[in-house]
């Protein structure tokens, strides 16, 4: 088809091309630049030096490493645990008839539902306050004990419920595409087995795994990327000031220095920007080098 | 409205860019479509005749050459203005809209004077429901309509403004086959009652045979034939388009023609005035062959099937180009399937000669006289003794008596 | 060998399997619910009874709504959520604009430099949105688009995954149908609207509904651009109320508020569940 006007085509692009000229390629443009300009105001906008000092302060700040560890701890805690039971959930959903559809609505709900509000819902279940020790630590007392303030008590307390809340909230998106992904493995495979007598374990292991490697594989990645941007979590947690809870991450690091009581530095927010994305990149690509070995794309 | 092509030629970037340069789809046609007749482009597939199709309604521009509806130049007429209407392969109904819906969406495009109200336009799309009897069905969605009724709404919503052609790509090729006559029998008629000049494309040769009154024979986006379906069928100008039309299929065979006499393998099976010495493949059609104890040609039998009305002969021959050669006989005959062999005569119009070399056809002139009947042949192997031992030097040729005064000289 | 031995020995062990199965599912199940249960129960105890309980009672006999009432009252839940609404509206219906358009022009349409660009925009897929967020920040800034629904919602408008999605669908509806409308005459725009978009209506719910959640809850970019209560979306809100609420740590009350400003997702998810969950396990990220 040989249109009347062959650049037509750019005028209905024209509207997502403005938008994402402003809000995403020119941004991407600018933040390297940011981070290269050294001693920037952000009121008269004006600097003295372009060089990698950004980076430098950023890597030598405390609360920057701190962000890194706390990260780094919520990714490896909480993408293997969350991928690991949303396996098992799914492969239990998928193994049963009466109540699946109840069990798959129920389970789906944190989606829909606002981080911060039922981070909230969390946090007075944990926190210990003059009124009451927190229905969590009851149930502690209950099996004997000690009470602990998970909210703003030791840090591995802490570390607990924003693993814990992580992975309450990233859950229905890894069972939801794991069931769609067992429901999608051909039956003639389980009834092939199932005639040689293979053994449950046997068939999920050399048959069901394999072949939703993909899936798991995706969620593997998506969930890596997911955890390194952690922060919405934190703040429903422990409040916006999460340097003094110690709880910061790197991403909530990026946005303080960019703007709240600690802000108005748009350079190191850059460059912590940068740092997350290249350490984002690094991982991903690991992953996929150990994918290529492992996934099975049929 | 005649439609002309004129030196009409459509070449496209070759879709493996590394390979580079361009396919020719459509090479310089050059004919017409006569006014208000059904005319069958026929092909294998991608033989350019969909390309044809779409250049005549103006979805596609030729790289060079001009159409003309009439005597008005449309090539450069964006489709709307064509005033063509198109019925695709897969029918291409709006399928979230009702037939009703379907029918009047070209009228609700028209604009100024053409403008119609709303009224008219119902009144309109409910004629030509009328017409391919659809109008029972105005308020259902496409897919709750067969395939058949898909296919007339179809016809309805491209006739619905008045087109000065029709336009069909592949129409009954989504049909299944008690479908398909009977749609083909409909297209016919629609074609009939509306007088709308009517071109279709197709890789069916039967399909193309049965209903059109001009069948346009292409191959690799070169015209090959254009006439009327017996005339291309019985008169085929090449090897191609003799292969390509009939069911069966012709049978081929490797032939030598030597001082006038065509030899297949060692016998000489029918004399071929006119014709130097040359090689050729040799085209048998399957009702060329008359079954004669006597006959000329003698081919390994292998079965023979019956079909009621007439009969099949399945047979082998060492030179014939395909695994067996099925000649069709009428039923009256008795073949002795005891028989290793089966012995022919031939029709010789039935009979086709293509140079070995060009495909392109090679004619003789049919000699013979009169009052003969088939089964009285007197025909001879030259130089060799058949079964009965008798060295016959002449051979008579025997052909309908409808057929004796045809000669084709156009080689 | 004895089949009614094993046909019962089977059959037992089928049923302790799945035993196990249902009650692992309904743990999972309670810890999904407990939360939301929990939140509906604070909500409706009254502020001195919540207090009063050292040990939290896993019901109560006194329901109150007065907790609603205040939260209506004392802090501007209501604002919060109007806000969110208007912004949820207009950046889900100018989103849907402009992914069509130009889903649009990738599907169907033929223009020089096409398939450069739509490499561009699958490239700018993998551009995570804290990279950009920072110079966002300072271009509203400096167009003294703070604190304005403007500033909230032209950086949230396109998303180059749902022109993706949208072109990958349009791609599907056949050619035949744009060639059967061409000869009639119809305009590109008209059977953008007339054929394409009916069609493909299921994805654009869905891509609809997805944008709709993702406004609903977002957060980071309406807290950087909003200091302003008046113009806080319900996350920023619901975090005021955290920080500076009801005077005093009021839990009943935030709880009230926290169950208004869940609710409606959670109806909009029980109304389109099956188009969210195949649009989330198609399209969604999260996690």
Redesign the interface.
Known sequence: MEPTNKYKGWLYLLPAILFLGCFMVYPLVDVFVYSMEEGYNFASQTFFDTGFYNFSYVLHDPYFLQAVKNTFLMVVITVPLSTGIALLISVALSSIKPLRNLFQTIYFLPYVTNTLAVGLVFMILFKKTAYSDGLINLLIHLFGGPSVDFIEGPYPAKMFVMCLYIIWVVMPFKILLLTSALASVNEHYYNAAKVDGTSKFRIFYKITLPMISPTLFYLVITGFIGAFKEYSDAVALFGTNLNAAEMNTIVGYVYDMLYGDSGGYPSYASAAAIILFMIVMTITCINLLISKKHVHYV | MKVVFENLTKKFPNRNKKAGGEVVAVDHFNFQIPDGKLVGLLGPSGCGKSTAL?MI?????PTEGRIYFGEDDVTDI????RG???V?????L????TVRQNIV??LE??KGSEKMSREAMNEKALEVAKLVQIDQLMDRKPNELSGGQQQRVAIA?ALV?MPKVLLLDEPLSNLDARLRLQTREEIKRIQRETRVTTIFVTHDQEEAMSISDEIVVMKEGVLQQIGAPQQVYDDPINLFVAKFLGTPPINMFDGNVVGEKLFIGEEAVLICPGVKDMAVHVGIRPEGFILDENGPFTCELSRVEVMGRDISVISTHKDAQSVSIRSIIDAMNDVDTTKAQVRFSLKPKKVLLFDRETEERVYFSIQGKSGDNYGLTDSVNSGKEDDQGNNREEVHLIHRQEAENQTEGRA | MDYEKIKKSAALKQKIFSGVIYFFLAIWGLFVLFPFYWMILTSVKSYSAYNSEYIPKFFTLSPTMQNYIDAFTTVHLGRYLWNTLVFTVITTGLMMLVITLAAFAFARLEFPGKNLVFTLFLALMMIPNELVIITNFATITNLNLRNTFAGLILPSVTSVFYIYLLKENFAQVPDALYYAAKVDGTSDMKYLFKVMIPICKPTLVTVGILKVIECWNSYVWPRLITDDEAYYLVSNGIQEIRENGFGRENIPAMMAAVVVISLPLIVLFLLFRDKIMEGVSRGGTKG
């Open positions: 779409f309604c103006g979805l596609q521009k964006p489709p709307e203005h063509v209407g198109i695709f392969q897969n029918y291409a709006y399928p979230h809209l969406f070209p495009n028209l919503r403004k």
